[in-house]
Structure formats: structure tokens, C-alpha cells
């Protein structure tokens, strides 16, 4: 909250926050059942196809540093609504793309009008709340956050099947047209004029420096940001592992990964409720260990060779219920350890920094030659790893000094 301003913010509908984060990231993996045929309609490779998440991840990753700043000198109000309207413009353009080439400049655009959505969203959960209530609405953005990207291969595969991979990116930009309607109705500004902050480059760079030499803050969001990069590692091997290798048809590639987002909810929904008995960082290990243990197990199986779509529900499962717990905790707690004027680059750059791990980890999947799982489940071990790892050195253990 603003200690110069008695009047407490305005707090915008939870429904309309998590409506901005369900638009940012059913564009991450909608398409996701129309690669395969995308790399025949264009005649290119699977490879360069999939490149189409990382530029949306990458682009994503470097706009955050931009727009949390620009919050923060302008208001939260004028950002969402022009990056909606960029966001709404660019997924036509995907849609009308000719070329692989053109389609990945598309998406650039888009990842640009998509990131306002995240960084700006949680901004103003930190203008209008803080801790429990913090928790419990980072809670209910992280069950958007996982629930979206999981489910949008479920739509993505009946209009692939139905109409083709343009309806996909049309659906896009019918979803971010309401979504800015919505965003005109219903959102007030939240940082009241006396508590924005105008910056330099050079007065952007050191404040983001001083987040970077903040321990717990980047332990918190290194923690998160791994994390993240399991999720987008799993998303963008899926459609190959499992439409290629395993002959699962589109249209249904997105019921052998719903798995993910039913696991999240529980997590989610079991640190909701815990918020008021249980301390942040507890939660966050439990998470940790119980997504280790998840990915562990999805490679355990692949190496005895039993990676079948149906046995990597339960391990994809397990893995999610673990995220479920960390991820909200994490973002709350790297976002309640700033001060309320630098929120938005804060929340900028622990974007940035999850966003450019979902990019590296997709750049490997892309590159990786996948005969079965084990490739894929590799690369979500080592992420689930390094949060576990990330949060005990830089939190758990100065905490318990």
C-alpha cells in the first residue's frame, strides 16, 4: 500500500486480473497442436516451428524491462490498455502470416502487447494488497498463469482440426479485443500520481542492479523463474513428443496434458488455504521437493521405457502440485520484499528473468532430436532442480543463519 496516500487504492476485479493473464498466455501455447502442420503449410522444419514459443518467450522476457518502469512512472492504467490494443493487432497478423518468417515477427509483436498483461496485473496486486492477501491473490493469478497455457491446446486442437491453424491466432485476438473492452470498464488507475517514479536509463539500470544484489528478492524470483522454464520446456516438446513420436492426433493432444493444470489448482488451492497457518518459505520447499520428485520420476519411466502419453499424467501431476506451491509464495514473497515504488520494475525483471529461462529451456527442447520422453524430461528435471536448489541457498538458508 501507499504510506503517502491515507486513500487506499482502488482494487480492480479479480475476475479482470485474471482475465489479462489467461490472454498473455493462451497465445503461448494455443497453437501448439498446429506445429506439425504449420512446418507443412510453410515448408519448413519442426525445429524452426517451434522457435515461434521462444520468440514469443524471449520477446516477452526483454519488453518486461521495459514496461514495469513505465508503470511505474505513468500509471498502471495506460500501459494495459495499449499494450492490449498491440496485443489484439499483432495476433491478427499471425494469422495472416505467409512465411515462417513473418509469423515469428508476428509473434514478437505479440509477446510485446502480451507482456503489459503480467507485469502490470501483478503491479497492482502489490498498489492494493499485501501479505496474506497478497498471497492469496498472487494465488489465484498463478492458477490463470498454469491453468491458461495448459488448457489453450484443447481449443487449439478442435479449431485446428475444424479450421486450420489461422483460427488459432484469430482466437487470439477476439480474446484480447474483450479483454481490452473489459480493461475499459473496469480498471482504475492504482498507483496514485504522488507514488510514481520517472527514470532514466541510468537510473533504470542501477535500480535494477540493486534487485539483482537483493538476495532474498532474487532467490525468490530465480525460484520462480526455473520453475516457469519446466513448464515452457514441457509445452514446447509435447506437440513433438507426443503428436510425432507417440501418433497422438492434435485434436486430443491437449487431453494428455490437462494433467498439468489440474495439479496446479490443487497446489494453488491447498497454499491459499495454508497462507494463514503456514510461513511462505515453508511452502515454497514443499513445492520444490514435491516437483523434483515429479520430473525424477517422469525420467525414471522413460528410461525403463514406459514414457506412454497415459504414464506421464501421474508424474506431470505431481510435478504441477509442487508448482502449485511455489510459484504464487515466490512471486509474493520476491514482490513484498521491495518497496511498493519499485514494484513494477520488480516485477519486470522477475519476469524477465522467468521468461528468459522458459526461452533457454525451449531453445534446448527445439534442438534436442526427441525419440521419447527422457529428452524432455531431462530438461524439466535440471529446471525443477535449480528452483529447489536457487531458493534453498538464497533464502532458506540465510533465513535459518
Same mark, same amino acid.
Given at each position: 500500500?501507499? #504510506? =503517502?496516500?491515507?486513500?487506499?487504492?482502488? &482494487?480492480? *476485479?479479480?475476475?479482470?486480473?485474471?482475465a489479462l493473464m489467461v490472454t498473455?498466455?493462451?497465445?503461448?501455447?494455443?497453437?501448439?497442436?498446429?506445429?506439425?502442420?504449420?512446418?507443412?503449410?510453410?515448408?519448413?522444419?519442426?525445429?524452426?516451428?517451434?522457435?515461434?514459443?521462444?520468440?514469443?518467450?524471449g520477446a516477452f522476457a526483454i519488453a518486461q524491462l521495459v514496461v514495469? #518502469? =513505465?508503470?511505474?512512472?505513468?500509471?498502471? &492504467?495506460? *500501459?494495459m490498455l495499449a499494450g492490449l490494443i498491440l496485443f489484439t493487432l499483432a495476433s491478427i497478423a499471425c494469422a495472416a502470416a505467409t512465411s515462417i518468417e513473418f509469423l515469428i515477427a508476428a509473434r514478437v509483436l505479440q509477446a510485446f502487447g502480451g507482456c503489459v498483461c503480467i507485469v502490470v496485473a501483478r503491479a497492482i496486486v502489490r498498489d492494493t494488497s499485501d501479505g496474506a492477501t497478497a498471497t492469496r491473490a498472487m494465488a489465484y493469478l498463478g492458477m490463470s498463469l498454469a491453468l491458461a497455457p495448459m488448457v489453450a491446446p484443447l481449443i487449439g486442437g478442435q479449431l485446428e482440426t475444424t479450421f486450420g491453424w489461422h483460427a488459432s491466432f484469430?482466437?487470439?485476438?477476439?480474446?484480447?479485443?474483450?479483454?481490452?473492452?473489459?480493461?475499459?470498464?473496469?480498471?482504475?488507475?492504482?498507483l496514485p500520481v504522488e507514488a510514481r517514479r520517472l527514470t532514466n536509463v541510468g537510473a533504470l539500470a542501477a535500480t535494477y542492479w540493486?534487485?539483482?544484489?537483493m538476495r532474498k528478492f532474487m532467490g525468490y524470483s530465480l525460484s520462480t523463474a526455473a520453475m516457469g522454464a519446466t513448464f515452457q520446456a514441457y509445452l514446447a516438446g509435447a506437440p513433438v513428443a507426443l503428436i510425432v513420436v507417440m501418433d497422438v492426433s492434435p485434436e486430443d493432444l491437449g487431453y494428455f496434458i490437462i494433467s498439468g493444470p489440474l495439479g496446479?489448482?490443487?497446489?494453488?488451492?491447498?497454499?491459499?488455504?495454508?497462507?494463514?497457518?503456514?510461513d511462505r518459505d515453508t511452502m515454497i520447499w514443499m513445492g520444490g521437493m514435491v516437483a523434483v520428485l515429479g520430473t525424477g520420476t517422469m525420467v525414471v519411466l522413460a528410461l525403463i521405457g514406459l514414457d506412454t502419453p497415459f504414464s506421464l499424467i501421474i508424474p506431470f501431476f505431481i510435478c504441477s502440485v509442487g508448482s502449485g506451491f511455489l510459484v504464487p509464495n515466490s512471486l509474493a514473497g520476491g514482490l513484498t520484499s521491495v518497496e511498493p515504488a519499485a514494484a513494477g520494475s520488480a516485477a519486470a525483471l522477475g519476469g524477465f528473468l522467468q521468461m528468459g529461462a522458459g526461452f533457454v529451456s525451449t531453445l534446448v527442447v527445439a534442438v534436442l532430436i526427441q525419440t521419447s520422453f527422457l529428452q524432455v524430461g531431462t530438461v524439466m528435471l535440471v529446471c525443477t532442480s535449480v528452483s529447489?536448489?536457487?531458493f534453498v541457498v538464497l533464502v532458506r538458508s540465510r533465513s535459518n543463519a
Open positions: 500500500m501507499n #504510506p =503517502v496516500d491515507p486513500t487506499p487504492p482502488p &482494487r480492480p *476485479p479479480m475476475t479482470l486480473l485474471v498473455s498466455q493462451v497465445a503461448i501455447t494455443i497453437f501448439l497442436p498446429s506445429l506439425p502442420s504449420m512446418a507443412e503449410d510453410f515448408g519448413t522444419s519442426q525445429t524452426l516451428v517451434q522457435m515461434t514459443v521462444s520468440a514469443y518467450l514495469g #518502469p =513505465v508503470s511505474d512512472a505513468i500509471g498502471r &492504467r495506460k *500501459p484469430l482466437f487470439t485476438a477476439a480474446l484480447g479485443a474483450s479483454t481490452l473492452l473489459a480493461t475499459l470498464v473496469t480498471l482504475a488507475e492504482t540493486r534487485l539483482l544484489r496446479y489448482i490443487v497446489g494453488n488451492f491447498i497454499s491459499s488455504r495454508l497462507a494463514r497457518t503456514t529447489l536448489l536457487t
